[in-house]
């Protein structure tokens, strides 16, 4: 495959294959009515993709490099380019091969509107591929809000009024911070002449880059844009105080959606904080402010998470409340900003991934069964089927850091990141929120997995569905392992991550093409 095609176009062939399905799906669902066609150019596309990136991400992390691509030969700082590092290519991998399996398991989910919403699963995938993949504050911007756009559309997918709501005020809020957000860009851009990450880091650290100077006051600037970008953070990542929105949006939205929006979409904005304060603005002392507020904000959103777990009711919210207090801890670990921390961060966002989708996708074949998101009606349906029971067993037991589930390995190697970098009384302070999960999670296996069942019998579970709880249930089992066995790389990944020069270099090199030219 290597000598076929180059791994430096697996990003742009991403995005212009799901770009072409987006278009082409509802022609091809108006043309044919057929929901099969649908299905299978949808499999057929989003396999691909992830077949592509996951190809990448095992090409980068063994060559110990990162790649880089030009679109409309237009060399940086003018044009927009890719830059895809090990960190880049670890969620880029992630997420492709997550939203196919979500894919797979909609076969079995979704009754109505296919083109509709196979479309805007593959608009969102472009939304978050293109957030981990651009070397551009304003693509980057633009990324951001083509995935929010299709988040807020697939949360509301179903039309009920509770869901109709959760999606405006979504939406709302969401414009808001995204527009904060380009305010900063625009004050950025009016300093240091350019949108380029590269350029700007190179400029931020005092060095010179091709084309572009600085006019202005640049710690003005830098104060702005920082602040603007947290608060966008904050949002997209679901991190006090901005998390108020996610237990009715990624409850009200459709299962496989709620798992998408829990496991992939706000690890975007994790990536996003990992980015901006450890490679482009690293080492400053505004990133140094912000990233010692972060450990902050993020320590408080991991406590106001697990406590409310250890209340909720409804299970979906109660799942998205573990949402919270995951992405708490993601932000705490990534605002360490060490190498092995960063490192270590992102295979945790990659680790609850897998997990989430398998704790939504598992509810999900029991809430549509009795027709119920409430625990006690819900009490038993995982005793009574083991298809709810297996997977959302593993699912919990991984969440709450069972060995040798993923996330136990994941958790771990977080504390001792926590630890190592600001010393081990913080690493405790971190475990409690784990601790107070652990028992929101061991009620709920225990209502919905132990407690007898009085219902009707299960319905025949569809076989896409099933696949799909298999693969993911695997993935628990095997992938915290792979986290601990392959830990030098991670501490490799940590490293390119945070090495500015690194990522500097290769836009660098291009951009002296159009100076010479």
């Known amino acids: 495959m290597g000598l076929a095609l180059g791994i430096e176009l697996v990003p742009p062939l991403s995005i212009a294959s799901l770009t072409m399905l987006a278009f082409a799906n509802p022609l091809i669902g108006i043309a044919t009515r057929s929901r099969r066609v649908v299905e299978v150019l949808s499999l057929l596309v989003l396999g691909f993709v992830a077949m592509l990136n996951a190809w990448m991400f095992l090409e980068i992390v063994e060559r110990g490099t990162r790649i880089s691509y030009i679109f409309g030969a237009w060399p940086p700082p003018l044009g927009i380019a890719y830059e895809i590092d090990g960190g880049a290519a670890l969620l880029s991998a992630t997420i492709s091969s997550i939203m196919f399996l979500l894919a797979?398991?909609?076969?079995?989910?979704?009754?109505?509107?296919?083109?509709?919403?196979?479309?805007?699963?593959?608009?969102?995938?472009?939304?978050?591929?293109?957030?981990?993949?651009?070397?551009?504050?304003?693509?980057?911007?633009?990324?951001?809000?083509?995935?929010?756009?299709?988040?807020?559309?697939?949360?509301?997918?179903?039309?009920?009024?509770?869901?109709?709501?959760?999606?405006?005020?979504?939406?709302?809020?969401?414009?808001?911070?995204?527009?904060?957000?380009?305010?900063?860009?625009?004050?950025?851009?009016?300093?240091?002449?350019?949108?380029?990450?590269?350029?700007?880091?190179?400029?931020?650290?005092?060095?010179?880059?091709?084309?572009?100077?600085?006019?202005?006051?640049?710690?003005?600037?830098?104060?702005?844009?920082?602040?603007?970008?947290?608060?966008?953070?904050?949002?997209?990542?679901?991190?006090?105080?901005?998390?108020?929105?996610?237990?009715?949006?990624?409850?009200?939205?459709?299962?496989?959606?709620?798992?998408?929006?829990?496991?992939?979409?706000?690890?975007?904005?994790?990536?996003?904080?990992?980015?901006?304060?450890?490679?482009?603005?690293?080492?400053?002392?505004?990133?140094?402010?912000?990233?010692?507020?972060?450990?902050?904000?993020?320590m408080v959103t991991a406590f106001l998470g697990s406590l409310a777990m250890l209340v909720e009711r409804d299970v979906k919210r109660f799942i998205a409340y573990s949402t919270i207090a995951n992405m708490g801890l993601a932000m705490c670990c990534i605002s360490v900003a060490t190498p092995l921390a960063i490192g270590v961060g992102l295979a945790y966002l990659a680790n609850h991934a897998i997990a989430k989708a398998l704790a939504f996708l598992s509810i999900g074949l029991a809430i549509r069964w009795i027709g119920s998101r409430n625990f006690e009606e819900l009490a038993g349906t995982g005793r009574a089927c083991l298809w709810i029971g297996i997977p959302f067993t593993v699912s919990m037991m991984s969440l709450g850091g069972v060995p040798p589930l993923n996330m136990f390995f994941a958790k771990l190697l977080l504390y001792i990141s926590i630890a190592s970098g600001l010393g081990i009384a913080w690493a405790f302070l971190a475990a409690i929120p784990s601790v107070l999960s652990f028992v929101g999670y061991a009620k709920a296996m225990y209502i919905l997995c132990l407690k007898p069942f009085h219902g009707d019998k299960a319905s025949r579970t569809p076989r896409s569905i099933a696949l799909t709880l298999a693969i993911l249930t695997i993935a628990c089992m095997v992938s915290g392992i792979a986290t601990l066995l392959y830990m030098d790389r991670l501490l490799e990944i940590g490293k390119s991550f945070a090495d500015w020069r690194s990522f500097v270099e290769p836009m660098k090199s291009l951009a002296r093409l159009l100076q010479s030219s």
């Open 104 to 298: 797979v398991y909609s076969l079995g989910y979704v009754e109505e509107k296919h083109h509709l919403y196979y479309t805007l699963l593959a608009v969102i995938e472009v939304g978050m591929l293109g957030t981990v993949y651009t070397c551009d504050v304003f693509h980057l911007f633009v990324m951001l809000e083509v995935a929010s756009i299709a988040a807020y559309t697939l949360v509301a997918f179903e039309r009920g009024k509770r869901a109709i709501f959760a999606a405006l005020r979504y939406g709302i809020y969401g414009a808001l911070a995204t527009t904060i957000f380009l305010l900063g860009i625009a004050y950025l851009y009016a300093c240091f002449g350019t949108v380029n990450m590269a350029d700007l880091a190179a400029k931020i650290h005092g060095e010179s880059f091709p084309v572009t100077n600085v006019v202005g006051i640049p710690e003005i600037a830098l104060a702005i844009f920082s602040f603007a970008c947290l608060w966008m953070v904050l949002y997209k990542s679901a991190v006090f105080p901005n998390h108020f929105w996610l237990p009715d949006a990624h409850s009200e939205a459709p299962t496989p959606v709620s798992a998408l929006l829990s496991g992939l979409l706000v690890a975007t904005g994790i990536y996003v904080y990992a980015r901006i304060f450890t490679t482009i603005v690293g080492g400053t002392g505004i990133a140094n402010l912000v990233l010692r507020l972060g450990f902050v904000l993020g």
